[in-house]
């Protein structure tokens, strides 16, 4: 049962990022591209995009933590850690110059396979090699007890 939740919610979150445009990586780029706002053709559509779901979680997280432990386990896996170092500050940075480099992000992308793309499928790859060369340099380095755990 929790594989079939698990399946619905992706569904229903790949079908938002299609029904709001975003798995096209133009429309993505057109909202980073702050050059155009002089222009009048910047598309803000991905904030409204962003608010709604910030304002979903905000609202969905608050009433799911009431709840003594998930549906589906014994205990929430949260993370702990609040320090700010280099690892927290690197890891975004490069998503953001990732994403502004190619307009996907993952969940995008993912369903932006589903068109059959090429950039889609470069940038799946590129992100499968990167989450690798993470997981290889935290082996390395004895800190991948701090990488998210692998379902495989």
């Known amino acids: 049962m929790p594989v079939l939740l698990q399946f619905l919610t992706g569904l229903v979150f790949g079908v938002g990022l299609l029904v709001a445009g975003m798995s096209d990586p133009a429309k993505v780029l057109n909202f980073l591209d702050l050059a155009a706002i002089p222009a009048g053709t910047w598309d803000a559509s991905l904030a409204f995009v962003m608010a709604g779901g910030i304002a979903v ?82 082996r390395t380095q004895g800190t991948q007890a701090l990488l998210p755990r692998s379902s495989s």
């Open 57 to 138: 979680a905000f609202i969905g997280f608050r009433l799911v933590l009431k709840r003594p432990h998930p549906v589906f386990a014994e205990r929430y896996s949260l993370p702990t850690a609040t320090a700010v170092d280099t690892r927290i500050l690197a890891g975004p940075a490069i998503f953001g110059i990732g994403w502004g480099l190619a307009g996907f992000c993952p969940g995008p992308a993912l369903t932006a396979l589903g068109y059959g793309t090429a950039e889609a499928l470069v940038f799946i790859l590129a992100m499968l090699a990167g989450m690798a060369a993470a997981r290889r340099l935290a």
